[in-house]
């Protein structure tokens, strides 16, 4: 089954750490996402990228950065951790002109 | 700024009751509008979409453009309808950005 697919699932870290969180898909979709869920905030947007080299800023870039170096991967990084920034984060996809996203499991990252 | 506001955090109510939850979200541009599921322990995905019109598992919504709003709507709730959900909207004014609600649990109990 095409699948999107998040790395680590888990992850515990200490302030000042980077951090890198992969995420690969099987769907041949050009659209990638990555969001973070806090509780009481929902999911906020942090970047997005339409195809190879695309970057895009969301709703909370400020503190990370990413990479699309291939259609199906998208990384995001944090540079510099501090613990607000513990988090779950999700990684989507979608394919143009649908705009419906499907979801991967979600990394949950804690950063002490 | 783009806003979505779902105001009830929580919602229960009892097998077979209707069933409301509500969004609202802030106007700019041709905004298209989802609702999304996340069941327990399922990723979260798409319930439906206003430009489908159409009606998934029961629930049906509608855009309200004068109101700006999007509420989820079912007449007989089900247990298996527990879960969280959330209203998005898709800016097409502001580079397709995608913004979603804080989200609404809701518990339909036997």
């Known amino acids: 089954d095409a699948d999107v697919t998040q790395t680590p699932r888990n992850r515990i870290t200490k302030t000042g750490k980077r951090i890198m969180l992969e995420c690969s898909q099987t769907?041949?979709?050009?659209?990638m996402y990555w969001y973070r869920q806090d509780p009481g905030l929902g999911l906020r947007l942090i970047y997005y990228s339409f195809d190879v080299k695309d970057i895009n800023k969301g709703e909370i870039s400020d503190g990370y950065s990413v990479s699309r170096q291939a259609q199906a991967k998208f990384s995001l990084s944090l540079e510099s951790a501090i613990p607000n920034q513990t988090a779950l984060y999700f990684c989507a996809t979608s394919a143009s002109p649908s705009n419906e996203q499907f979801f991967g499991p979600g990394t949950r990252l804690t950063v002490l | 700024a783009q806003r979505v506001t779902q105001p009830e955090k929580l919602l229960s109510v009892f097998k077979g009751a209707p069933v409301e939850l509500k969004c609202n979200y802030s106007y700019s541009g041709s905004p298209e509008l989802f609702w999304y599921v996340q069941y327990s322990r399922q990723r979260l995905q798409l319930l439906l979409r206003h430009i489908s019109r159409e009606s998934i598992k029961g629930f049906t919504a509608d855009l309200n453009k004068g109101e700006t709003s999007f509420h989820l709507k079912k007449p007989f709730a089900q247990e298996e309808d527990s879960a969280m959900y959330y209203c998005?909207?898709?800016?097409?004014?502001?580079?397709?950005?995608?913004?979603f609600g804080a989200g609404t649990r809701l518990t339909v109990k036997p």
């Open positions: 769907k041949g979709h050009d659209r």
């Open positions: 998005a909207r898709e800016s097409m004014y502001n580079n397709n950005d995608m913004r």
